[in-house]
């Protein structure tokens, strides 16, 4: 019923004071100009395709079959932790990662009539989210977890601004497809029901983005990437 970039403008802005306390309670506000903060915001604009690759996939695959594909991305971490970071991943973790991409190219399904090209959203948003948390482990040492999840908010709230300015009219509201017709769609002026539960979100995103990037900070990427999988059993109940 809505536009992605509502849900992504109300989100954010209800999550920002809350990161700012994190952010205040972790170090103080003057992290957040640390040197080296524009790769934060870079990293930043990382996580913004990330996660909206995943909504718009959203729109049109069920929640299970989103997330199967999305969970690509441990797959992808793992990889990512051996030639970037140069951590050790055992012959255990290595025949997990082949079978995961055996499991993903299963649910794809390239070349059949049942194929969605909302499934490329979802891997692509696996891939990205996949290089934002290496990343978060390599600015981890110098940054907080608290000061990296702002930084991100932030672009997300920017982004989501600049669809809104784009498409907020309606006028190129677009429903030949349902991952296009989430973008495209023109702003709508939310129910309080509806606003209470966008702005819920950003309480829920300030609170995952702070504990996931954290945990990325402190622990081999590798290591960290399969517990994602627990959001498995979530999305499938949800669903």
Do not use: K
């Not at 992504?8 to 306390?21: E, F, K």
């Not at 049109?60 to 441990?74: E, G, K, S, V, W």
Request: positive net charge; charged residues 10%; hydrophobic residues 55%.
């Amino acid at each position: 019923s809505y536009p992605l970039y509502e849900v992504m403008v109300l989100r954010s802005i209800t999550a920002m004071p809350l990161l700012l306390v994190l952010v205040a309670l972790n170090g103080g506000l003057r992290t957040l100009a640390a040197p080296g903060w524009t790769a934060m915001v870079g990293r930043g604009f990382v996580m913004c395709c990330a996660y909206f690759g995943y909504y718009l996939a959203l729109a049109a695959l069920p929640l299970a079959t989103t997330a199967a594909l999305y969970f690509t991305a441990p797959l992808f971490i793992t990889l990512m932790s051996v030639f970037l970071l140069r951590e050790h991943v055992g012959p255990r973790r290595w025949a997990a990662v082949v079978v995961g991409f055996l499991g993903a190219l299963i649910m794809l399904r390239p070349g059949s009539e049942l194929f969605d090209w909302a499934a490329v959203l979802a891997i692509g948003s696996g891939l990205t989210y996949a290089i934002s948390m290496v990343h978060a482990r390599h600015l981890g040492t110098r940054h907080s977890a608290a000061a990296l999840a702002f930084w991100g908010n932030l672009v997300f709230l920017c982004c989501a601004l600049a669809l809104a300015l784009a498409f907020g009219d309606g006028a190129h509201d677009s429903q030949s497809h349902a991952s296009l017709g989430f973008l495209t769609r023109g702003w709508v002026t939310p129910t309080l029901r509806d606003l209470a539960l966008m702005m819920t979100t950003g309480i829920i995103a300030a609170a995952g983005l702070t504990l996931l990037t954290q945990a990325y900070r402190i622990a081999e990427s590798n290591v960290v990437a399969p517990f994602e999988y627990t959001s498995m059993v979530w999305s499938v109940l949800f669903g």
